[in-house]
């Protein structure tokens, strides 16, 4: 990597996060084929549909940039994801490893908020303002999917998870 200017920097984060966002069409399926919540399958069901879409967004900025959006390889994401596989082989009480999934997957939201967040800024104060109108967008989604995993969490996974398994 080499660094000579804030938009190659910006470029970075881009392509962190585009490598970040196909790790995650892969491993959503299968979080929730591992989910026994009906809601929280439909949460990962729908986070599944909006990931494809941020790719999607991902690739118009990076073709109004001129820029390839490969070239980096997203190693924290893979570590997120590994951890999350944890959760989906994990053997015992069903609503207890679904509180766990839930964990799993608002640590990859977090993650990808601060990815955004700081394309963002990088993308504003390079008067990229349409790059910083789409990566809003999807800051903005990232949020809600965190949001209702926290609901999910809240709602009855969590607590179910206490009365079935115990505390």
């Known amino acids: 990597m080499k660094l000579e200017s804030v938009r190659?920097?910006?470029i970075e984060e881009l392509r962190d996060l585009h490598d970040a966002e196909g790790q995650l069409v892969e491993a959503l399926p299968k979080m929730?084929?591992?989910?026994?919540a009906t809601q929280l399958k439909n949460a990962f069901t729908h986070h599944l549909e909006q990931t494809r879409e941020h790719v999607t967004r991902l690739d118009r900025v990076f073709e109004s940039l001129n820029e390839k959006a490969t070239g980096e390889s997203c190693e924290a994401m893979k570590g997120l994801i590994r951890e999350g596989e944890q959760?989906?082989?994990?053997?015992?009480?069903?609503?207890?490893?679904?509180?766990?999934?839930?964990?799993?997957?608002?640590?990859?939201?977090?993650?990808?908020?601060?990815?955004?967040?700081?394309?963002?800024?990088l993308a504003k104060r390079l008067g990229m303002h349409e790059v910083a109108e789409l990566l809003q967008k999807t800051l903005e989604e990232e949020g809600e999917a965190d949001k209702k995993l926290t609901a999910v969490a809240e709602g009855d996974v969590n607590a179910t998870a206490t009365t079935v398994a115990g505390r």
């Open 87 to 121: 959760f989906i082989h994990a053997k015992g009480q069903p609503d207890v490893r679904d509180a766990g999934l839930i964990g799993a997957a608002q640590r990859v939201e977090h993650y990808e908020m601060a990815g955004y967040g700081t394309a963002r800024t």
């Open 8 to 10: 190659d920097l910006l």
């Open 32 to 36: 929730a084929d591992a989910a026994s």
